[in-house]
């Protein structure tokens, strides 16, 4: 089983909240990292998601960050409501 992991930055304008984060979070820049395993057995290489995370600050020592496992719906909810909260 072949296995990548693909990373983004994503930007939030306003504070948010991500389903399975209990905190707010402040807006900034983030970085996701998306998991993904290569489906066997076709004659073309294809992908599916198996994990999703994000880096978050720490509720710890200031700057530290910890990540976080996520929904990749959630993300993309949060990402709509940022976007709809700018207007």
Avoid: K
């Amino acid at each position: 089983m072949t296995i990548r992991s693909r990373r983004e930055s994503v930007t939030f304008r306003h504070p948010f909240h991500i389903r399975g984060i209990a905190r707010e979070l402040p807006a900034g820049a983030y970085e996701v990292v998306t998991d993904e395993e290569m489906i066997d057995g076709l004659s073309f290489a294809a992908w599916r998601r198996v994990a999703t995370m994000i880096m978050v600050p720490s509720e710890g020592p200031r700057g530290t960050m910890e990540m976080v496992s996520i929904g990749s719906v959630d993300l993309a909810d949060a990402q709509a409501s940022d976007a709809s909260a700018a207007r």
